[in-house]
């Protein structure tokens, strides 16, 4: 009943909803409510619009609302511009599910279309010819890992300070720049709704929820003697918090993918290989058949929705591929034969080059553990064409920090990771998977559950997202203008990025230096 009257009172809404048309552009639906009363002009600013690997020279970009509306040269700067409000029409919007952790989209029908005349003030902001490029996305973090290792977390954190660290986290994120995060696991859904409704700061969140894998695998964070919960029940903080799932049956992998959407994930993730970081798991282990890779695809695909997998060996990665998984996370082994099929499957791969860093054994989890820096030490001799293999097949390729940790740690590794894909990959192809790419990847949650379906994210483009940058300098040529540091454990503390001037998500302005 709740969820009718919900309904109602959005139709409600939707019968007020307008379009603008500033000075003869596109037009764009609005809700009356949200009449912005200002428009906000970035002036005199070079674009990486996500892209294109050059810099397009001498633009104003105008923002209304939370979108992008015009970019051109010379947009006048005149202190109110007469908008064109138009009432009525089909809109697509997104409406709550019953239970509010959940959105969904549709399409409502809203009568004819009529047109009046609004007047709205122009803030300008003098860029002085410095770079405007779309924020920062994330391609594979988690926000609600806290803890210096797995067993750190199922050992010593509770949900209260998981949840006051990971608000703290995802302010920190947006603060070095990140206005998106696709959030590979271990919660999230209720830290994006209250990010979404304002009760802290914080990127746009795609959430998974809890990883799935089987017993023994890289998403089972136990103590040595927990007895098994596919038999014994729920018996870890990792799953009675929500981080993990542990299914060792098509049936279960169903239950744990059923389970995720309902709490709110925007896609699900699952373990279908070893890792690295983990106590049981070798990284060679091939952990999920192909029966078990179809379960979850499945279900991700009655969603309209997909599975993004953890897989670092080849007979793993081809056989997610060949059995749906639309995202291969991390994808080590990756070499000619993957680049074929996945270029056939239309696939992405996420990859977190700090992986061939010299510094890698300071991680604290591998140097904690003589298990995992020996699998570190095998992984890294075994993946070391991965980086000639991606420069030859250039796949599309997303970035990714995985940064599992405190913010302090994740600052580091995140500007780090920054740092060694420009230096390994290229600035320019790093630079595109920071945005455009993942950008990409994100939507791949599709029409219905893509909870940010106004624009494109990760583009400068007329239509996309107001999700903007302003930076000192061309991260083209220079990567450290977003962050990107050489230095990972030993780099100094930092609060946000000097060179980063400007931090607007969503239209709002959360940081401004100039
Ligand atoms: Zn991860």
């Known amino acids: 009943m709740e969820g009718e009257f919900v309904v109602k009172k959005l139709l409600f809404v939707l019968s007020l909803l307008m379009t603008f048309v500033i000075m003869s552009t596109v037009p764009h639906v609005q809700a009356m409510d949200e009449i912005p009363s200002e428009v906000k002009l970035f002036k005199n600013v070079n ?8 810099l397009l020279m001498g633009y104003d970009v105008l923002v209304v609302r939370n979108l992008i509306k015009k970019i051109a040269r010379d947009i006048p700067t005149s202190a109110t511009y007469d908008v064109d409000v138009t009432i009525g029409g089909e809109k697509k919007v997104q409406v709550l599910s019953g ?24 803030n300008v902001i003098d ?9 920062l996305i994330e391609g594979h973090g988690h926000l609600q890992m806290n803890g210096v290792s797995l067993a750190d977390i199922e050992n010593n954190r509770n949900w209260e300070e998981l949840a006051v660290r990971s608000a703290a986290k995802a302010k920190m994120a947006l603060m070095s720049g990140f206005t998106t995060w696709r959030d590979m696991g271990g919660m999230s859904a209720g830290l994006k709704k209250s990010i979404d409704a304002g009760v802290v ?9 809890a990883f799935i894998g089987p017993t023994g695998s890289h998403a089972d964070f136990r103590n040595f003697t927990t007895p098994n919960e596919t038999v014994y029940g729920c018996n870890s903080a990792g799953s009675r918090l929500g981080m993990t799932f542990t299914a060792d049956s098509t049936d279960m992998i169903k239950v744990g993918a059923r389970q995720n959407f309902m709490q709110g994930a925007t896609q699900i993730k699952i373990m279908s290989s070893g890792g690295v970081a983990s106590a049981f798991d070798p990284w060679q282990l091939d952990a999920y058949s192909a029966e078990e890779i179809r379960a979850a695809v499945e279900v991700a695909e009655a969603y309209g929705s997909y599975v993004a997998s953890h897989a670092y060996s080849k007979k793993s990665i081809l056989r997610c591929l060949n059995n749906g998984v639309k995202t291969i996370e991390h994808g080590f082994m990756f070499d000619g034969d993957i680049a074929k099929l996945m270029k056939k499957k239309d696939a992405y791969m996420t990859t977190n080059i700090h992986a061939f860093s010299p510094y890698l054994g300071e991680i604290e989890a591998i140097k904690s553990s ?21 420069k030859k097949y250039q796949p599309k390729f997303g970035f990714q920090a995985d940064c599992v940790g405190g913010i302090d740690s994740c600052k580091k590794q995140t500007d780090h990771e920054i740092y060694l894909s420009a230096k390994l990959l290229g600035n320019f ?19 219905v559950l893509n909870p940010y379906f106004e624009g494109p994210l990760g583009v400068v483009e007329e239509g996309a997202y107001a999700d903007i940058l302003l930076v000192d300098g061309n991260p083209l040529e220079d990567i450290t203008v977003i962050g990107g540091s050489e230095k990972w454990f030993d780099a100094s503390p930092r609060d946000g990025i000097d060179t980063i001037r400007i931090i607007m998500k969503d239209g709002k302005i959360y940081k401004n230096s100039l």
């Open 47 to 54: 674009i990486f619009d996500g892209k294109s690997d050059k």
């Open 99 to 122: 239970y509010d952790s959940n959105t969904y989209t549709i399409y409502v029908k809203d009568g004819e279309a009529k047109t009046e005349k609004k007047q709205v003030k122009v």
């Open 127 to 135: 860029c002085g010819s410095r770079t405007l490029m779309p924020g």
């Open 201 to 209: 700061d914080g990127p746009r969140i795609y959430p998974s929820g």
């Open 370 to 390: 003589p298990a995992s820096a020996r699998k570190a030490e095998s992984a890294q001799a075994a993946f070391k064409n991965y980086i000639e293999n991606v």
């Open 429 to 447: 192809y790093t630079l595109k998977s920071i945005t455009s790419v993942n950008g990409e990847i994100v939507a791949l949650s599709g029409d």
